[in-house]
């Protein structure tokens, strides 16, 4: 009772603070090339918006919800292309600051928070709501409302599988895709339970507990949103323990002699803080939705039943060499994924698991140059452009073809 309580009067305090009633209008939206670097939180503030998107509540016969979804969307008025930038876990679309202040002098932006962090709101049941699938809707809703006809996705860590997968079922949508750390992870086999990924990955022993005892984990990692996050978020020169991400009975114990454990060494501290309030607004729970045993095998049985694995759009994946979680090069090949992606690129960076966080620059470059060369077309650039320039003007549209659209997918993927 006290920890929802004081979900209800952070989600309060915090939602007042962050996200005043103005920064939801659907005005107009304002210069992007106003922002200063690093970033200043609040003046991101004006481009956020929410998308209300269809989705079902599992938990007993599967009701029809509501998500409401915060994305930030910055209009570039000169550019054909939009970059959708996806967090993992745990994240939020702020984690994106470096490429925001980067790209958006190039192209228009839509970076959202997904479903149960921050202030997106989720379904309602984090076992059975919130499969990979459901979170390529909530793209895809996302981008109608923002009147965006097709992106490039770039996704890190869970982010990076949205993005694979948002390439897959929708080639309509997404016309390239680069993930960051996590590679394409095909179901094309058969169904790998968690605890058998683990014997290869070590480091993953953290999804056994949270698949096993999502509860219990929930609780630990609420009881202190910013050790948690800390904990997670760093640096090759700043790491965590070795035995960190191994244990799967706990997560925070190889952490156990650190009284505090030092501040995200990437972020600021109006950065981090701002993290710290928006994970306090729901916790931890419904961001465990990615590990869960029901909505992996949910994705597993969705991608299954439609059959088709390959990615044709041109891809990137960009690799930490250090990672404390996996070698993903090494779990790449392992899973094959290279062998779905017929345009696949791979780039390495010499980082741990945050590499757009950890060296934004190089990063920033590579993405570019990869851009530069993927989506030159000038012929299609050219017919593209009027269509490619999204106007803001969602109050004047009808939301229901969107709502009944999704939902009929949602019903789809509701196995
Ligand atoms: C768009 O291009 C015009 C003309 O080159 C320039 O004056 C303006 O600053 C550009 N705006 C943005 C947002 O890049
Ligand atoms: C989801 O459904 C359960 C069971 O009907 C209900 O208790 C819960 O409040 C719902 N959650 C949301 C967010 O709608
Ligand atoms: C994969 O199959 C789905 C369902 O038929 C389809 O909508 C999607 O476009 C296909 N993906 C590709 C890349 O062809
Ligand atoms: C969770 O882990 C415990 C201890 O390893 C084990 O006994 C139990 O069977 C596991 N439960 C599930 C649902 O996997
Ligand atoms: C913490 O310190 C104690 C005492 O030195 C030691 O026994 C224990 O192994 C340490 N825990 C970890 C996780 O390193
Ligand atoms: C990408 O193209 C732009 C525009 O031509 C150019 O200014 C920029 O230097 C290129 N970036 C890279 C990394 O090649």
């Known amino acids: 009772m006290t920890r929802q309580a004081l979900a209800l009067l952070s989600a309060l305090f915090f939602g007042l ?32 918006r929410v998308a209300r998107c269809s989705a079902i509540n599992r938990s007993e016969i599967g009701d029809s919800a509501t998500v409401q979804l915060q994305y930030v969307h910055i209009v570039n008025p000169n550019a054909t292309r939009t970059l959708l930038l996806v967090h993992g876990w745990p994240g939020l679309w702020s984690t994106w600051s470096n490429q925001i202040a980067h790209f958006a002098s ?63 079922a929708r080639p309509d949508l997404i016309e390239a895709v680069s993930g960051i750390a996590v590679p394409y992870l095909p179901s094309a086999g058969p169904f790998l339970p968690i605890e058998d990924i683990v014997t290869f990955f070590p480091h993953l022993g953290y999804q056994v507990y949270f698949a096993n005892d999502t509860q219990g984990a929930v609780e630990e990692l609420d009881a202190s949103v910013q050790r948690s996050l800390r904990s997670v978020m760093r640096s090759v020169d700043s790491p965590p323990p070795p035995d960190f991400l191994v ?48 909505n992996r095998l949910s994705y597993y049985n969705f991608v299954q039943a439609q059959g088709n694995f390959t990615i044709p759009q041109p891809a990137l994946h960009i690799a930490p060499t250090d990672d404390p979680v996996a070698d993903w090069i090494a779990a790449s090949n392992i899973l094959n994924s290279a062998s779905f992606i017929p345009l696949l690129k791979t780039e390495t960076i010499a980082t741990a698991h ?62």
């Open 106 to 168: 190039s192209y228009s932006l839509i970076v959202p928070t997904l479903r149960g962090f921050g202030s997106s709101t989720h379904a309602g049941d984090v076992q059975n709501s919130g499969a990979v699938q459901e979170h390529t809707e909530d793209l895809a809703c996302i981008l109608r409302e923002a009147g965006v006809s097709s992106a490039t996705c770039v996704g890190h860590d869970w982010g990076a599988q949205v993005c694979w997968e948002s390439a897959r």
């Open 247 to 294: 244990s799967q009975d706990d997560f925070l114990g190889a952490w156990q002699n650190f009284s505090i454990i030092p501040e995200i060494p990437f972020l600021s501290r109006e950065e981090e803080a701002y993290l710290v309030d928006q994970f306090s607004i729901q916790g931890f729970d419904y961001t465990l939705e990615f590990y869960t045993n029901p």
């Open 354 to 415: 945050w590499p757009h966080l950890e060296r934004p620059e190089e990063f920033n470059q590579i993405l570019e140059k990869w851009l530069n060369n993927s989506l030159k077309e000038p012929a299609q650039l050219e017919t593209s452009k009027e269509t490619a320039v999204p106007q803001i003007t969602a109050e004047a549209k009808s939301e229901e073809p969107i709502v009944s659209e999704v939902r009929a997918k949602s019903t789809i993927s509701g196995a």
């Open 17 to 48: 603070l962050f996200i005043p009633k103005e920064s939801l209008a659907k005005g107009p939206l304002k210069d992007p090339l106003k922002f200063s670097i690093p970033l200043k939180v609040k003046e991101y503030l004006p481009y956020q």
